[in-house]
């Protein structure tokens, strides 16, 4: 399982790089060296939904939110998907996406969080929230966290190489 630092590959990078200097893609190498693992050994990479590294390391992107989009790619045994961590527990939908190279590929909760006892549903393009924002779970210092759950799914997959 990799899990290679998301802040300089996220949807923000570009920001980023404008307002602090910070270039898009410049990690160490991480990135790089945790594909070349995977691709190696098997297993699973996770980064943020939108990530720019699918881009540069031309990567499958997910084609849905409901399941495994397989790529004819790296002899055929690639594959990626959408998840959100909010599926798992995390008070954040947190939309992942996986790219998984010699593993099996389980079932995981697939689709988009509308969490009901929240009092949240769709309504037209926007997601409409009747409780006032002091009902609502802080989410500070949370962006970094794995719920336990998701943890272990990920570890599952690694183990099946």
Do not use: I
């Amino acid at each position: 399982m990799a899990h290679p630092p998301c802040q300089r590959w996220c949807r923000f990078a570009k920001g980023v790089e404008k307002v602090h200097g910070y270039r898009v893609g410049d990690d160490g190498g991480c990135f790089a060296a945790a594909l070349e693992a995977v691709r190696a050994y098997g297993g699973v990479l996770e980064h943020p939904a939108g990530s720019l590294a699918w881009d540069r390391y031309d990567l499958p992107k997910p084609a849905s939110s409901s399941g495994w989009t397989y790529s004819l790619l790296d002899g055929g045994e690639a594959a990626s998907c959408y998840v959100e961590q909010g599926r798992y527990g995390h008070p954040m939908r947190k939309a992942t996406w996986l790219y998984a190279y010699g593993t099996e590929l389980p079932a995981l909760r697939w689709g988009r969080r509308l969490d009901a006892e929240r009092g949240e549903f769709k309504w037209g393009s926007r997601l409409y929230k009747p409780a006032q924002d002091r009902d609502r779970p802080r989410v500070d210092g949370m962006h970094n966290v794995t719920p336990a759950a998701f943890r272990d799914a990920l570890l599952e997959m690694a183990r099946s190489c």
